[in-house]
């Protein structure tokens, strides 16, 4: 990928903070569903109560790492307007851990589905008595190739614009170390050069 363009035609920089703005709308948008859903007791699954200790430590889990994501996208926006390195670096770490938890969770859920398959055609069967197990198996199969590709492209992405924050860090970091070097008013020549010895 080079080190001036995203997706092919956009600046780096303006592809940064496309970047940085949709994932804090996202994870705006995700804190504010979160805070709007709050699990109630008496959650059951498959007729046994669930202990909310668990499910409150997910939410509440969840909660958090949305807003630590939403303010680290923030930060994405703040630091390529200004070109700010460090909020930058901080965009890009975080844009790294959410694309590789993606990618573990995609990867998981696909093994997930596959080792449950049997599992997932007797509910359909069970659920959808009109349905046959042929007829099942093949929604199944649709599902998971359809499921499969989405998450895999979706992954895919994400991953392209990690390695595009990555690259305009970089070119943050290498314009900064330069920038010294050309403001020469800050280190005047010695009147000889015996003087360094």
């Given at each position: 990928m080079g080190q001036y363009k995203c997706c092919?035609?956009?600046?780096?920089?303006?592809?940064?903070?496309?970047?940085?703005?949709?994932?804090?709308?996202?994870y705006i948008f995700s804190t504010v569903a979160l805070f709007m859903s709050k699990p109630s007791t008496g959650v059951t699954y498959e007729d046994v109560e669930v202990d909310m200790k668990v499910v409150n430590g997910i939410y509440y889990t969840s909660i958090a790492v949305s807003?630590?994501?939403?303010?680290?996208?923030?930060?994405?926006?703040l630091g390529s307007v200004t070109q700010h390195r460090k909020m930058i670096a901080i965009f890009k770490i975080s844009y790294w851990f959410v694309a590789i938890l993606q990618f573990i969770v995609t990867i998981a859920a696909i093994?997930?589905?596959?080792?449950?398959?049997?599992?997932?055609v007797n509910s359909c069967?069970?659920?959808?008595?009109?349905?046959?197990v042929d007829t099942c198996s093949v929604g199944y199969r649709n599902f998971m190739i359809v499921f499969s590709i989405v998450s895999i492209l979706i992954t895919f992405i994400q991953f392209y614009f990690a390695t595009a924050i990555s690259a305009y860090a970089t070119r943050l970091r290498r314009t900064n170390m330069h920038e010294k070097l050309r403001n020469l008013e800050d280190f005047p020549e010695p009147p000889s050069k015996t003087e360094f010895f």
């Amino acid at each position: 990928m080079g080190q001036y363009k995203c997706c092919c035609c956009i600046p780096v920089r303006a592809g940064v903070l496309i970047i940085a703005l949709i994932s804090a709308a996202l994870y705006i948008f995700s804190t504010v569903a979160l805070f709007m859903s709050k699990p109630s007791t008496g959650v059951t699954y498959e007729d046994v109560e669930v202990d909310m200790k668990v499910v409150n430590g997910i939410y509440y889990t969840s909660i958090a790492v949305s807003i630590i994501f939403a303010l680290a996208s923030l930060f994405g926006v703040l630091g390529s307007v200004t070109q700010h390195r460090k909020m930058i670096a901080i965009f890009k770490i975080s844009y790294w851990f959410v694309a590789i938890l993606q990618f573990i969770v995609t990867i998981a859920a696909i093994i997930i589905l596959a080792v449950k398959r049997t599992d997932i055609v007797n509910s359909c069967v069970a659920l959808y008595p009109e349905e046959t197990v042929d007829t099942c198996s093949v929604g199944y199969r649709n599902f998971m190739i359809v499921f499969s590709i989405v998450s895999i492209l979706i992954t895919f992405i994400q991953f392209y614009f990690a390695t595009a924050i990555s690259a305009y860090a970089t070119r943050l970091r290498r314009t900064n170390m330069h920038e010294k070097l050309r403001n020469l008013e800050d280190f005047p020549e010695p009147p000889s050069k015996t003087e360094f010895f």
